[in-house]
């Protein structure tokens, strides 16, 4: 019987892990009807759908490695293989409620990810665009 379970749970994980991931990602407009079970919010918070943001009151999956930006944490969530992480980064959807360029690379990086961990210089360099950019004073906004 415990064999049983744990060849059926073994399964259950190697199927989620191994779960194909949306052929593209793509930008939504945020408003009042986003797809609640295929969408990501960077950059701001929302009630009920999961976050990758910096900003108090986030929805961020538990265990993804923290950033002073948002954008930042999207680049550490494409390279983790945290269940919860990788949960989030199967959404097919990304929105965001303004802009600014961490809201922007954020959305962008999520959709462009092949591209944005080609060119991920690590923290101490988004942390340096983002500062050059006056996006650093709102880190805890």
């Known amino acids: 019987l415990i064999t049983a379970a744990f060849m059926f749970g ?18 939504t407009p945020w408003n009042s ?36 930006t948002s954008t930042g944490l999207v680049l550490n969530a494409l390279s983790q293989w945290n269940r919860d992480v990788v949960v989030v980064m199967h959404k097919r959807y990304v929105t965001t409620n303004h802009f600014d360029i961490d809201s922007f690379l954020s959305v962008w990086c999520y959709i462009n990810r092949k591209e944005a961990l080609e060119h991920d ?12 950019w006056g996006c650093l004073d709102c880190r805890n906004s």
């Open 10 to 27: 073994a399964r259950l994980l190697y199927q989620f892990y191994n779960s194909p991931e949306p052929d593209s990602y793509n930008y």
């Open 121 to 132: 210089g690590g923290e101490a360099g988004l942390a340096a665009g983002l500062s050059w």
């Open 33 to 68: 009807e986003l797809p609640e079970d295929d969408t990501v919010v960077v950059d701001c918070t929302h009630p009920t759908l999961p976050t990758l943001s910096h900003h108090r009151g986030h929805n961020n999956p538990p265990g993804i490695r923290g950033s002073d």
